[in-house]
């Protein structure tokens, strides 16, 4: 199982940027997905999450929408009005069905917001 993230960079506050996270190995369709982040010298913290028969999810008091693309086998976070607070590096794992933990991670992709 491989998860592959992508699509983080540097944008201004208030800008908006899209993560994509590709898997193979594993089916997304039937699996809970989630983006996590991890800001410096602070924990890693679940983001977002979308479940196996969800199409897509809002977050962040609407700011972070996660969809999933079955075709693609993918699933997107899409963030908006983002801030400087939201820099961190973003991580995509899959919680496999029946557990509690988060089974397979993917690399991270780095997020940088400046003010």
């Known amino acids: 199982v491989q998860l592959q993230a992508s699509g983080g960079g540097l944008v201004q506050a208030g800008g908006s940027l899209r993560l994509s996270c590709a898997g193979s190995g594993i089916t997304f369709a039937s699996q809970r997905v989630g983006w996590h982040r991890q800001a410096p010298g602070k924990q890693r913290e679940l983001v977002a999450q979308i479940g196996p028969s969800v199409s897509s999810v809002d977050a962040a008091n609407g700011r972070f929408t996660v969809s999933r693309d079955n075709s693609q086998n993918t699933v997107f976070l899409q963030m908006y009005n983002l801030r400087p607070e939201d820099t961190a590096v973003y991580y995509c794992?899959?919680?496999?069905?029946?557990?509690?933990?988060?089974?397979?991670w993917g690399q991270g992709t780095q997020v940088t917001v400046s003010s």
């Open positions: 794992a899959v919680q496999l069905w029946g557990r509690s933990s988060w089974s397979y």
